[in-house]
């Protein structure tokens, strides 16, 4: 069974960070892509930043410069760093997981920018 538990979402001000993390269960980050996406009021769903298998990160153009998703092969865990954060980056975000032509995903965790 496949679990992904997000944790770090807050309110922070415009220009902050926060660090997103992802717990994984019965999926080993290292093997398959993982992202992150986020989905804001009245809007869809987006993909924010990926990996692959072999470590390849790719990013939305809004974040770009910004965001740096990560993974820990050790404890099993996909961290979005978020930094310079604004207003418009505020959304529920989501773990994702790719497993066997399945997609997995997270409860969300929410962040809001605001000052």
């Known amino acids: 069974q496949v679990q992904l538990v997000e944790s770090g979402g807050g309110l922070v001000q415009p220009g902050g960070s926060l660090r997103l993390s992802c717990a994984a269960s019965?999926?080993?980050?290292?093997?398959?892509?993982m992202a992150w996406y986020r989905q804001a009021p009245g809007k869809q769903r987006e993909l924010v930043a990926q990996i692959n298998r072999v470590g390849n990160t790719a990013y939305a153009d809004s974040v770009k410069g910004r965001f740096t998703i990560s993974r820990d092969i050790t404890k099993n865990t996909v961290s979005l760093q978020m930094n310079s954060l604004k207003p418009e980056d505020t959304a529920v975000y989501y773990c994702?997981?790719?497993?066997?032509?399945?997609?997995?995903w997270g409860q969300g965790t929410q962040v809001t920018v605001s000052a």
């Open positions: 994702n997981g790719a497993q066997g032509g399945t997609n997995y």
């Open positions: 019965g999926i080993i980050v290292r093997l398959n892509a």
